[in-house]
């Protein structure tokens, strides 16, 4: 039996989640997802993924912020981990 990969997405925006969950499901992944940072960490440590796709621009705790606790997390740094700014569009400015 072998292992299906598993990505997490983490977006705070339902329509993204849905349509990023259907293509991977589709590609033969498990997909987990998380609408905001704090659900993301804790879905990490019920079942650890095989890669993270992580919105940068979310209320409460942003794509930095929870990439900094991945990052601190032992068990989570072996992880890899895309950032996805999809509101760059919309006039949003990154980090500097």
Known sequence: MTHKQRILIVDDEE???D??????FADGYEVMTAS????ALDRMRETPPDL???DLYMPVMDGYEVLEKI????AFK??????CPNRCSSG????G
């Open 71 to 74: 990052r601190a997390e032992p």
């Open 36 to 39: 905001n940072g704090a659900c």
């Open 78 to 83: 072996a992880i890899p981990t895309s950032t």
């Open 15 to 17: 329509t993204i989640l």
């Open 52 to 54: 993270v796709l992580l």
């Open 19 to 24: 349509l990023l969950s259907e293509a991977l």
């Open 92 to 95: 949003s400015s990154g980090r």
